[in-house]
């Protein structure tokens, strides 16, 4: 790879693996700090960047929020953080809870490239998710209360909450979707006899 650039600075580069997405090399972390210390000395204290959730009660996922706290706050002390808080559950959660992932028609999950969804309107996910983000918040406000602007919750494909759907498969066939449907027909009509006179 060549660049070639007319004012000096640091190039921002991602090598992944082409069937998996996984990264292979980067420099991003590195590029990152430059950046967000240039920006301090401009003025600019707002800063954004993802963080998982709290979705388990284990050491890794403090470890991984202190990772990206501490670097930002060395770089600019009066950073203002708005975390993008990522609501994607564990491997483990989605393991658990099949009925609450978006199914393709056939009942299989709807995976994109190798990412299974839960359906945002199931509330075993929402009350998990919940509990999730009150862990992180709690953790967060506690150690670096100065420097928390705001909270930016993100899911869904490419964490932008849009539902992941190709060619023939479409959301919409889960369990989850299929109890919430049966939840507001119920609420909406009350009765059978209700539901038939409307249709």
């Keep these: 790879m060549k660049l070639r650039a007319n004012t000096k600075g640091r190039f921002e580069a991602m090598l992944f693996d082409s069937k998996t997405l996984d990264v292979i ?10 950046t967000e210390k240039y920006a301090s000395e401009v003025g600019v204290d707002f800063i954004t960047f993802g963080v998982p959730a709290f ?23 009066k950073a203002k953080i708005i975390v993008r808080l990522g609501l994607e559950p564990s491997d483990e959660w989605l393991d658990a809870h099949p009925d ?8 299989t999950p709807i995976v994109r490239p190798h990412v299974r969804f839960p359906f945002p309107g199931s509330e075993v996910y929402r009350r998990d998710a919940m509990e999730a983000v009150k862990k992180f918040i709690n953790y967060v406000e506690e150690k ?13 494909n490419s964490s932008e909450w849009f539902y992941p759907s190709r060619g023939d498969a479409f959301n919409g066939h889960s369990v989850a979707v299929k109890r919430c449907w049966k939840k507001w027909l119920k609420e909406k009509y009350k009765t059978d006899e209700a539901l038939q006179k409307a249709w």
């Design 100 to 107: 609450e992932l978006m199914q393709n028609a056939d009942g």
């Design 25 to 34: 090399a980067s420099n991003t972390p590195e590029t990152f700090m430059t």
């Design 144 to 156: 670096y209360p100065e420097n928390i602007a705001g909270y930016h919750p993100s899911g869904g």
């Design 55 to 77: 979705w388990k009660d284990d050491e890794t996922c403090k470890k991984l929020t202190d990772s990206r706290f501490e670097p930002v706050i060395k770089a600019n002390p």
